[in-house]
């Protein structure tokens, strides 16, 4: 088998990847909150923050689960990649709706 694309390889680079998204966005949480919404009050702040917080949690989770899915026999890792591959899949439509949908305000600065 390739090692390059090992299920071992994949599961270590995809869950270090993730692992560093969810460090993102929880060391990032509240600048991501106030972006496009000046003079945030406290309280929606605190909101923004918590969103972008359970985001990070849930990354660190994922990523934990691939990490600690390394060494799993090569029929289970089939399996496990697959799920992920069908998650990333949604994830993307999800995200690609979302952009779209999102009041000129809220959009990403290249939406402009």
């Known amino acids: 088998m390739n090692v390059l694309m090992s299920p071992k390889t994949i599961f270590t680079v995809v869950g270090i990847l993730i692992l560093g998204h969810g460090a993102m966005f929880f060391f990032?949480?509240?600048?991501?909150?106030?972006?496009?919404?000046?003079?945030?009050?406290?309280?929606?702040?605190?909101?923004?923050?918590?969103?972008?917080?359970?985001v990070a949690f849930?990354?660190?989770?994922?990523?934990?689960?691939?990490?600690?899915?390394r060494n799993i026999d090569l029929e289970?890792?089939?399996?496990?990649?697959?799920?992920?591959?069908?998650?990333?899949?949604v994830m993307v439509v999800g995200i690609a709706y979302h952009m779209q949908s999102m009041i000129i305000e809220h959009a990403p600065p290249y939406q402009y």
């Open 28 to 54: 990032g949480a509240g600048d991501m909150a106030t972006t496009g919404v000046p003079n945030i009050s406290d309280e929606a702040l605190n909101v923004g923050k918590g969103a972008h917080e359970i």
């Open 76 to 89: 289970s890792a089939k399996k496990v990649l697959t799920g992920v591959g069908i998650g990333c899949v």
């Open 58 to 69: 849930f990354n660190i989770f994922l990523a934990a689960v691939l990490l600690f899915s």
